[in-house]
T-cell receptor, first 111, second 114 residues
Framework: QQNVQQSPESLIVPEGARTSLNCTFS?????YFWWYRQHSGKAPKALM?????GEKEEGRFTIHLNKASLHFSLHIRDSQPSDSALYLC???????????FGKGTSLNVIP | DMKVTQMPRYLIKRMGENVLLECGQD?????MYWYRQDPGLGLQLIYI???????SEGDIPKGYRVSRKKREHFSLILDSAKTNQTSVYFC?????????????FGPGTRLTVL
């Protein structure tokens, strides 16, 4: 079974800072990598995904995947208070079957 | 508008009572999921359904059962609820088309078992 670990567990950063969130996984056959964001009291919502080694940028968010290191990360440029949320990474071997979620990183961006 | 709905949003039950949580989606997604979320434990998969009457156990199925008689509707049943089933339950759906299906989550049901 897949083991997905996130670090750090929680993070407090000032507004405007660059934030980095990490996710490691155990199954080298994993193919699909997601970041979900969950604001307090709300449903998780997909933020970004990546399916091949390398980097993908969407606005202030960048996702980086290194399959050989069993590691992917989410970087937030110019962090905003509205980015404060629980960030969940998810890994899947097939896109439509089991996602394995990490326990999450709680991000708090201070104005 | 792509949407996953859950009913009820809040529920308080006594230990030993039966619980029915309902989930609907309007996207004709084949695959649906039930998760529970507890502080510090993240999202734990209870059951996954690949289509009508095609259900598989997830990581923590004990104490739960599911029913899917229509593609757009997926129910989670707790027979004789226990206090350790107090949690927030999320339903999700995804399409099996393509290989990178995004999961869409409902708003959650907060269940308290006294």
């Amino acid at each position: 079974q897949q083991n997905v670990q996130q670090s750090p567990e929680s993070l407090i950063v000032p507004e405007g800072a660059r934030t980095s969130l990490n996710c490691t996984f155990s199954d080298s056959a994993s193919q699909y990598f997601w970041w979900y964001r969950q604001h307090s009291g709300k449903a998780p919502k997909a933020l970004m995904s990546i399916f091949s080694n390398g980097e993908k940028e969407e606005g202030r968010f960048t996702i980086h995947l290194n399959k050989a290191s069993l590691h992917f990360s989410l970087h937030i440029r110019d962090s905003q208070p509205s980015d404060s949320a629980l960030y969940l990474c998810a890994v899947s071997n097939t896109g439509y079957q089991n996602f394995y979620f990490g326990k999450g990183t709680s991000l708090n961006v201070i104005p | 508008d792509m949407k996953v709905t859950q009913m009820p949003r809040y529920l308080i039950k006594r230990m030993g009572e039966n619980v029915l949580l309902e989930c609907g989606q309007d996207m004709s997604h084949e695959t649906m999921y039930w998760y529970r979320q507890d502080p510090g434990l993240g999202l734990q998969l209870i059951y996954i359904s690949y289509d009508v009457d095609s259900n598989s156990e997830g990581d923590i199925p004990k104490g739960y059962r599911v029913s899917r008689k229509k593609r757009e509707h997926f129910s989670l049943i707790l027979d004789s609820a226990k206090t350790n089933q107090t949690s927030v339950y999320f339903c999700a759906s995804s399409s099996s088309l393509g290989n990178y299906a995004e999961q869409f989550f409902g708003p959650g049901t907060r269940l308290t078992v006294l």
